[in-house]
Every structure is written in structure tokens, then in C-alpha cells.
């Protein structure tokens, strides 16, 4: 599902800060937005604050109903009185809150709002996965790679892969294509950023999957291209169905960004005590963020048994559960990087077989996960990890 917009209308800057926080931390990401974005871009969800007296609010919420017919109102009052929640109703608005409004409920009016959006005719379905690793070498770009490739091969609907990292970005080493443009020339060319101009930015890869190949500098994209670059997640999102982000293994201003837009974040841990500790600082610093721990799936990757450290206690460590387990198969996936070749293209291999079952269960959440994960295994190197938390 595409990230959605949220316009808050308050003159508390309090209560404007507040609400942020919620829109961005639920199950569903909703990006704030103020007033002169929302003339050229029009919100999904419209925030009204009712706390300072009706007698204006109720017009307009009616004008804001008048002007964005599609847009879910959220009306926020001090308390909840059945007249004014009839009045506010009337007015247009879709749901009523006292204030602070429950942050359950609150999160659960945001899914009805993002399935009655995604339920309209005219909406563009897509869904925005960024594949983020605890440390470097994790095999974040490999994972990223083959889950594209898999997806645009079994589904054969428009899907793009985005290189976010600056200077040393590897997808289309990986995928074996040059490119003449990055994400650079999406960034600076914002106002062109439409389907045709999006046609001469990317490269796409024999398998169907499009690539919009990472910067050759350094110090870009930055911190100052953060903003920048949550529009163009917003605008990929009416153009492809699948977006799959190569976030790296660095938390910066744009990473942040992506982290923002993502619908599912995958964050890749190697069964190693550096890699599981970085992976819990970062799963708080996620939550710190405001972006949904819901939306966050750990992949293991590189995993082989004996485990150093079992699936178990990773889980136990991180508190969160394993989405799925890859083996560790230097030589299989060194030979493909070296071709060009992706594992999924490359062969029958069992490493293969499993992003066929990742990108399949992608495909289709409801799926049965055919994986068999052996959570029992030889408790090596147990004691230390132990001793860190």
C-alpha cells in the first residue's frame, strides 16, 4: 500500500506534534503535511483540531469534506458528546476522538482509512519494501537484489528496485546493467518525476525488474535531500507496484526517509553477537523514530548450523520474531555476483528456492510458510551474548 498523506489542522503546535508522532508511528505510515503541500497534493487523512470551541470547526470541516471528497477526517475534541459527534458527522467528518485520543483506537481508524482508500477504483496499489542491515556485510544488497528479481519475475507487474546508498551502491553490479542515470537526477527533477521521465531514468534488467541505480558521490544523497526524497517514495508509489529500497547499512537522514515510506521494513541480521546487538539498538531506534515496529521483519541471513547462536535466542535478544531464515552459501552467491547473474536466474539452488518462498509469501501474505526452522540448535556462543544483555 502506498504511504498515505495526513493534513493536521490546528493552531496548537503542541497538539500539530503530537499528532505527527501518531501518524507516522501507526501500522499504516502516513506522512504529515502541511497546508501548501497538501494544494498540490491532496491528503488521505485530514486531522481537525475541535478542542477550541465548534462554532467555527463544524464549517469547516464541511468545507475540507467540499474540497478533498476522498479524504478521511479525524475530528479531536476535549470530550465526547453525542450531539457533537452527530454535528461533526454531519459536517463530513469520518471518525471523532476525545482528546489525547487512545492511541489503539487512533491506530485502528487509520487502517479503516487506508482500506477504504486502497478499496477505491482510481487507487494505485503498490507497496514499499526497504531492506535495511544491522551492520555492513550482512548481505543486505543480495537480499534485496534477488527478492526484486523474484517478484517482477512472478508477478510481471511494474517493479522498481531503488539504490539509496551514496557512492558505493552495488544493484546493478549485482544485477550485471549500467545505467546512466541515479537517483540524483530523480531528486533534482522532482517536478518531471512522471512516467515518462521515469523511463529514461531507470535501467531495466532482463527479468523485468527496473533499476534506479544508486549516486557515484559521496555526499549524496544527504541530509538535505531528505524531504526531497520522501516525495519521490510518494511518487514512485502511483507508478510501480512494488518498490524494494537497498537502504544499506547506515542510518542517515535519507535511510530515515525510506524507514518513513516503507511499507515493510526487512531488517537483516547475521547470526553473530555485533549483528544481533546492532539489530536491537536499532529495532529501538526505529521505535524512537515514530516508524512502526508492526511494520519491521527480521531476516537472518547467512545462517548455517551449527548456529553460533540459535534462532531462538535471536528472537529472545531482539524480542521480535524471525520472518525467515537464509542459508549460508558463500560460494553459490559469489558465483552469481561475479556473472551478474542473480541467484534466482542462476540455477536450481536451495538458496534459490527460498526467494522464490520469500518473494511468494511478499506476493501473498495469507500464504502457508512452507519453511521448516530448526529453533533447537547448538547453543554456541550463548553465554556471551548473555552477558551483553
Wanted: proline content about 5%; overall charge neutral.
Amino acid at each position: 500500500m502506498a504511504q498515505l498523506n495526513g493534513l493536521i489542522v490546528s493552531d496548537d503546535q503542541d497538539f500539530v506534534i503530537d499528532i505527527a508522532r501518531r501518524l507516522r508511528s501507526g501500522a499504516v505510515s502516513v506522512r504529515p503535511i502541511d497546508e501548501h503541500t497538501a494544494q498540490s497534493t491532496p491528503p488521505d487523512v485530514v486531522v481537525v483540531d475541535l478542542r477550541g470551541g465548534t462554532s467555527a470547526a463544524m464549517p469547516a470541516i464541511e468545507k475540507l469534506r467540499a474540497r478533498w471528497a476522498h479524504a478521511a477526517i479525524f475530528a479531536i475534541a476535549k470530550t465526547v458528546d453525542a450531539d457533537l459527534v452527530i454535528q461533526a458527522m454531519r459536517a463530513g467528518a469520518n471518525e471523532f476522538f476525545a482528546w489525547p485520543p487512545p492511541a489503539e483506537s487512533f491506530d485502528e481508524a487509520l487502517k479503516r482509512s487506508a482500506a477504504r482508500r486502497a478499496s477505491a477504483p482510481s487507487s494505485a496499489q503498490s507497496a514499499t519494501m526497504v531492506f535495511f542491515g544491522a551492520k555492513g556485510g550482512a548481505g543486505v544488497t543480495t537480499l534485496a537484489v534477488n527478492c526484486a528479481v523474484e517478484i517482477a519475475r512472478l508477478k510481471k507487474r511494474p517493479t522498481l528496485i531503488v539504490d539509496l546508498k551514496a557512492g558505493l551502491g552495488e544493484v546493478t553490479l549485482f544485477l550485471g546493467v549500467r545505467s546512466r542515470y541515479t537517483m540524483l537526477d530523480a531528486l533534482d527533477n522532482l517536478h518531471r518525476l512522471d512516467q515518462e521521465f521515469m523511463k529514461e531514468l531507470v535501467v531495466k534488467h532482463k527479468s523485468g525488474l527496473e533499476i534506479l541505480a544508486g549516486s557515484d558521490l559521496f555526499d549524496r544523497p544527504g541530509a538535505s535531500d531528505s524531504a526531497t526524497l520522501e516525495e519521490v517514495f510518494r511518487v514512485l508509489g502511483r507508478q510501480y507496484e512494488y518498490i524494494i529500497v537497498d537502504a544499506g547499512a547506515q542510518m542517515n537522514g535519507c535511510v530515515v526517509s525510506s524507514l518513513y515510506s516503507a511499507d515493510t521494513i526487512y531488517l537483516v541480521v547475521s547470526p553473530d553477537v555485533p549483528s544481533v546487538r546492532n539489530a536491537q539498538r536499532l529495532l529501538d531506534r526505529i521505535g524512537q523514530l515514530g516508524a512502526s515496529g508492526d511494520r519491521v521483519r527480521v531476516l537472518l541471513n547467512r545462517a548455517a548450523e551449527p548456529y553460533p547462536i540459535p534462532p531462538s535466542q535471536i528472537e529472545n535478544a531482539l524480542g521480535h520474531p524471525i520472518h525467515q531464515i537464509f542459508l549460508s552459501d558463500y560460494k553459490t552467491v559469489s558465483t552469481a555476483l561475479n556473472s551478474g547473474v542473480p541467484l534466482a536466474l542462476a540455477g536450481n539452488t536451495e538458496l534459490a528456492s527460498q526467494f522464490d518462498t520469500f518473494a511468494r509469501r511478499i506476493i501473498d501474505p495469507s500464504a502457508v510458510d512452507v519453511q521448516s526452522v530448526d529453533k533447537r540448535a547448538v547453543p554456541l556462543g550463548l553465554q556471551r551474548l548473555a552477558s551483553i544483555w
